[in-house]
């Protein structure tokens, strides 16, 4: 069974930068994206990016576009959300998910890691 376990948050001041965690375990080559979400409070989760796990090509919203970059590790079964430019409206818990074929949704869903922006 497919977990997923993220890492990486924390507090900090706007304008640096950190970099997420997503370590899956039980994926095999019937994963095909895996994607970064975020919630924020009374907000509605929200879609950061994803990227297509074989050919490493991402797509993301236009409101991380720019300053944050996927990208993954296949030895490590491992994705990766790199935050450069951090905003307090970057604010949330971001959670990662993964699709696998012939499923029309993200079927798996980590726990997600805080990360707390601030002026």
């Known amino acids: 069974q497919v977990q997923l376990v993220e890492s990486g948050g924390g507090s900090v001041q706007a304008g640096v930068s950190l970099r997420l965690s997503c370590a899956a375990s039980g994926l095999t080559f019937g994963t095909t994206t895996m994607g970064w979400f975020r919630q924020a409070p009374g907000k509605d989760r929200e879609f950061v990016g994803n990227i297509f796990w074989h050919t490493t090509a991402t797509y993301y919203a236009d409101s991380v576009k720019g300053r944050f970059t996927i990208s993954r590790d296949n030895a490590k079964n491992t994705m990766y959300l790199q935050m450069n430019n951090l905003k307090p409206e970057d604010t949330a818990v971001y959670l990662c998910?993964?699709?696998?074929?012939?499923?029309?949704?993200?079927?798996?869903w980590g726990q997600g890691t805080q990360v707390t922006v601030s002026s």
């Open positions: 998910a993964a699709r696998t074929l012939g499923v029309g949704s993200y079927s798996y």
